[in-house]
């Protein structure tokens, strides 16, 4: 048996987390959006951020569609899995202020791209 046959077996057998197929994957996404957008109104208010509604609405958006092109159904059920567990930490209040306040750091500041503007930043 070649390595190429193998890997193809392994990659054959590989079980599913949640999924049974994308559009059992697809579903479970969306339902986590849809319980992430009922709840931003209460998180916008328990955490008292210096965000509108609207603004957290755009953010969750934007979080998901950065997501958008992962096509394999395991993939897709871990950051479901993961996001699961955020909500459930926001909404029990497990976090602080500045752990919600991280999710808009990367939007509004960019990551420099050349040697010196990563050198004054102090970044590796």
């Given at each position: 048996?070649?390595?190429?046959?193998?890997?193809?077996?392994?990659?054959?057998?590989?079980?599913?987390?949640?999924?049974?197929?994308?559009?059992?994957?697809?579903?479970?996404?969306?339902?986590?959006?849809?319980?992430?957008?009922?709840?931003?109104?209460?998180?916008?208010?328990?955490?008292?951020?210096?965000?509108?509604?609207?603004?957290?609405?755009?953010?969750?958006?934007?979080?998901?569609?950065?997501?958008?092109?992962?096509?394999?159904?395991?993939?897709?059920?871990?950051?479901?899995?993961?996001?699961?567990?955020?909500?459930?930490?926001?909404?029990?209040?497990?976090?602080?202020?500045?752990?919600?306040?991280?999710?808009w750091?990367?939007?509004?500041?960019?990551?420099?791209?050349d040697?010196?503007?990563?050198?004054?930043?102090?970044?590796?």
């Amino acid at each position: 048996m070649s390595g190429r046959e193998a890997v193809k077996r392994a990659v054959q057998q590989v079980r599913p987390i949640l999924s049974v197929d994308r559009d059992e994957a697809r579903r479970r996404a969306l339902n986590l959006y849809k319980a992430w957008y009922r709840q931003i109104p209460y998180i916008v208010n328990d955490y008292d951020i210096p965000m509108s509604v609207e603004q957290c609405r755009e953010k969750l958006r934007e979080e998901f569609v950065k997501h958008r092109n992962v096509t394999d159904v395991r993939v897709i059920d871990m950051l479901v899995i993961k996001g699961q567990m955020e909500l459930k930490e926001t909404i029990e209040i497990w976090k602080q202020k500045g752990h919600i306040m991280r999710y808009w750091k990367e939007s509004q500041d960019p990551k420099p791209t050349d040697f010196l503007s990563k050198f004054i930043q102090g970044v590796n």
